[in-house]
């Protein structure tokens, strides 16, 4: 399968959505924020073939060999977090937003151009904020991510590929969603070089 949205991998200047464990199923159906409400979608775990075939010359080397991985059941928001949700969390925190984007700041496109430090700050953030526990701490100079714990954090790959493929609910479609690329995503072809608000392609996410 294609994956033709930004990968969920928080890393500088790509989107951010969140993950949460099956622990906090139960907070989160008390939710009276706007801020995350009816925005999780529960992703029944499973077990599903990741990777490329080694038949696929498109692939990259770190796409090989095709393997079966095993996710327990999470939750993952349906959008990537927005340039709303970001200010909330800058104004919060006395933070700076990050370098403004020739498109300018719109509040309902998904929020980039941030590191994947400032990404956990964030879902840390988040966590304290519904009284959940923190998924990321700092032992030194390294971060540790905390499975166990019933907070925000950023999905694994494995994650987001299971997800993207539609979970246990897989219909085998060429891209995440659909095999029309146009009714699926803002791709290059016809994004105008510019994100746009979020949600409005084919919700695959509702799917699963």
């Avoid at 907070?27 to 073939?49: H, P």
């Avoid at 891209?175 to 791709?187: D, K, L, Q, T, Y």
């Amino acid at each position: 399968m294609h994956q033709i949205f930004n990968s969920l991998i928080i890393m500088k200047k790509i989107t951010l959505l969140l993950v949460v464990t099956t622990l906090s199923i139960v907070s989160l159906s008390a939710f009276k924020t706007a801020l995350q409400m009816n925005r999780m979608v529960r992703v029944e775990g499973g077990t599903y073939k990741m990777g490329s075939k080694d038949s696929d010359k498109t692939a990259d080397n770190d796409e090989q060999k095709e393997h079966d991985v095993t996710i327990k059941t999470f939750e993952i928001s349906k959008f990537e977090v927005t340039v709303w949700e970001w200010k909330q969390y800058t104004k919060a925190n006395k933070l700076k937003m990050p370098l403004k984007p020739e498109w300018g700041w719109q509040d309902n496109y998904p929020i980039n151009g941030i590191t994947w430090e400032e990404a956990i700050a964030y879902c840390n953030w988040l966590s304290k904020k519904e009284k959940l526990q923190p998924v990321y701490s700092k032992q030194g100079p390294n971060y540790v991510c905390n499975f166990k714990a019933n907070g925000y954090r950023l999905p694994t790959e494995a994650e987001w590929e299971f997800a993207a493929k539609g979970g246990v609910k897989s219909k085998g479609y060429k891209f995440s969603g659909g095999n029309e690329a146009n009714e699926v995503a803002w791709h290059k072809a016809i994004s105008k070089n510019s994100p746009h608000t979020v949600g409005t392609k084919l919700l695959f996410f509702k799917q699963i």
